[in-house]
């Protein structure tokens, strides 16, 4: 054989040698992590059982809740739902004017409420001067 053969074949080998050491950590690490699965899982479903119970202590119907939470992913992924809001997405640009605008009245009317409010205070201060006066 040819030596430039010799070493390709040595590489491969090495290469092979690797590979099989990086699946035999790999099946190591997923065996460990049968063996703790079992007690991870009791103590996740401890923990959710605690919750429960203080919820319902507390007057939390939990059977409600979940059935709510249910509704509501089942709304949102509704394919008619998903289209509404990716036409809104879609559209987002045409809508930042209004988004804008709206924001600017809301910070003018606060900013008119306080003004208002400064003046009557001025005013009440300045009646409660002419009665002592």
Do not use: C, Y
């Not at 030596?3 to 290469?15: H, N, R």
């Amino acid at each position: 054989m040819p030596q430039s053969t010799d070493t390709q074949i040595l590489e491969l080998l090495q290469k092979m040698d690797q590979r099989l050491s990086n699946l035999e950590n790999t099946v190591q690490h997923i065996s460990q992590l049968a063996d703790i699965a079992p007690d991870g899982l009791a103590m996740l479903a401890d923990t959710v059982d605690g919750v429960a119970v203080s919820w319902a202590d507390q007057g939390i119907d939990i059977d409600e809740r979940v059935n709510l939470l249910v509704q509501t992913v089942e709304t949102m992924s509704h394919p008619a739902t998903l289209k509404l809001l990716s036409t809104v997405l879609g559209r987002s640009s045409e809508l930042e004017p209004i988004f804008k605008s709206t924001l600017n009245a809301m910070d003018d009317a606060k900013q008119t409420s306080t003004s208002l409010g400064f003046m009557m205070r001025f005013m009440r201060s300045m009646g409660q001067s002419l009665k002592t006066a």
